[in-house]
């Protein structure tokens, strides 16, 4: 029996970087704000249910989300990806889930995109299903290690990076899809004995390997879907890319 999907957006985060009062999902891509892009992808998938995860200005966050059929639950405080996802566990506890977690700076992300990555996580019967991407300029994400026979042997981040794995160009893209229960019994062996005190969504996959889960990588062809948006520059970008988009469908 297929499960039902839900979808977890995190946007929790301050965005420091973007140098505004403003919270980084707020900021507007295309005339709306970017996390408005997020909940009509996550609903255009099938999701039956989307819920955000906010933390900072969540009142203003609130209140875009009115009349999106999006719930919300509050992290507070914030300690890492892992605690975020732990969040939605109380309201997805009754029932099995497909879960799919995004960020909420990546509004160039396709429904199509996620139907593939959706449809392979559900055809080979995935304990967690990983979006990954190839980019000419790796630096500041972690890389994908592969064993001999081409699956997941670790997710290395920039700062843990040796030589070799400094060479690598596949990046973890931030995009997730879990079976819930499976998910929800490993976040609880998560721990945050790292340097920031966090507990890291990535550190629930060799838990599940562990425990026989098959945890499978899905290729991204369009690296730029991925593109977040942490400074004003990349903003700007964005919105060229966007506005370049909607040009080219509309002609």
């Known amino acids: 029996m297929k499960r039902p999907l839900a979808v977890a957006i995190l946007a929790a985060g301050k965005g420091t970087r973007m140098k505004s009062d403003l919270a980084k999902v707020l900021h507007p891509v295309g005339g709306k704000p970017m ?9 255009a998938v099938g999701a039956e249910r989307v819920i955000a995860i906010l933390g900072h200005q969540r009142e203003r966050v609130l209140e875009v989300l009115v009349g999106t059929g999006a719930e ?8 890492g990806t892992g605690h975020a996802v732990q969040q939605v566990a109380p309201l997805l506890d009754e029932q099995k889930w497909d879960l799919l977690v995004l960020s909420g700076d990546v509004p160039l992300l396709r429904v199509s995109t996620l139907r ?3 449809n392979r996580h559900r055809r080979e019967g995935c304990g967690a299903t990983l979006l990954t991407a190839r980019l000419d300029d790796p630096q500041g994400y972690g890389r994908i290690r592969r064993d001999g ?3 997941l042997e670790a997710i290395v981040e920039e700062k843990d990076c040796t030589p070799e794995d400094r060479s690598i160009r596949e990046i973890n893209a931030g995009i997730y899809l879990f079976q819930s229960e499976w998910l929800f019994k490993a976040l ?3 721990r945050n004995d790292n340097a920031q005190g966090e507990y890291y969504l990535p550190d629930v996959l ?13 290729l991204l062809p369009d ?5 977040g948006v942490n400074t004003p520059a990349q903003l700007k970008e964005i919105n060229r890319i966007f506005r370049a988009r909607y040009e080219e469908t509309t002609s």
Not at 72 to 77: L, Y
Not at 206 to 218: D, K, M, S, Y
């Open 206 to 218: 060799p838990i599940l390997r562990q425990w026989g889960r098959e945890v499978a990588l899905e």
């Open 72 to 79: 919300a639950v509050i992290q507070d405080p914030q300690l």
């Open 223 to 227: 690296p730029i879907e991925i593109q």
């Open 35 to 43: 996390i408005l892009h997020v909940v009509s992808t996550a609903q």
């Open 149 to 151: 026979a081409g699956h």
């Open 116 to 118: 593939n990555l959706l």
């Open 188 to 190: 609880r062996l998560v």
